[in-house]
């Protein structure tokens, strides 16, 4: 008998210890409390979604995506911010974080999954290839210029700027939106 209440009282003191020691977090809280500070001595980069293509090419997108919250009337999805650039991070590593911390939905295949041995990103924000017609889906351009390598492969180094846009046209819109901007 006072064996079992020896073994009794110390469960519950494990128990009672676990749970003080013990750090519960809602998900908004671990997401918001894990994400990178800058510091006057860290190095950044910048990060931007937006699917502006969209806007010009409506007719075309699938009818169950036409809200708002979907397609912003701006397009933009999120603006530039700026984010903690950690050793070897990729245009993968920040997107990732990025849509974490800001509670958007993206669906991707791992490296492992893909021919290209990259990660592929098939949607942010319920826009997926194909979504707004033939040839559209997501690609990203790095200090303004489109790589030849997928997401997972470009390493980013500090101040560079990592944009995210929806291409309607396999990127030819992409093309034609920058050539407008420089004009």
């Not at 999805?77 to 590593?93: N, S």
């Not at 974490?100 to 490296?111: C, L, T």
């Not at 291409?167 to 920058?178: P, R, S, V």
Request: hydrophobic content about 35%; charged content about 30%.
């Amino acid at each position: 008998m006072k064996k079992d209440i020896l073994i009794i009282f110390s469960a519950i003191l494990v128990v009672a210890a676990l749970i003080m020691g013990m750090d519960f977090q809602s998900v908004d809280e671990y997401y918001l409390t894990h994400i990178d500070d800058i510091k006057p001595d860290s190095q950044t980069v910048f990060l931007s979604i937006d699917c502006k293509t969209i806007l010009e090419n409506y007719d075309k997108l699938d009818d169950n995506l036409k809200f708002e919250k979907y397609v912003p009337k701006d397009g933009i999805i999120l603006k530039k911010t700026e984010y903690v650039l950690r050793k070897g991070d990729t245009v993968f590593d920040i997107l990732s974080r990025a849509v974490r911390h800001n509670k958007i939905q993206m669906e991707y295949k791992g490296a492992n999954e893909t021919a290209y041995k990259s990660a592929y990103i098939e949607g942010i924000n319920y826009l997926y290839e194909l979504s707004c017609g033939e040839g559209s889906g997501w690609s990203f351009l790095v200090n303004g210029k489109m790589t030849e390598y997928g997401c997972s492969q470009v390493k980013l180094k500090d101040g560079d700027v990592v944009e995210w846009k929806y291409t309607c046209n396999f990127g030819e819109d992409l093309k034609q939106a920058d050539d407008k901007e420089m004009k």
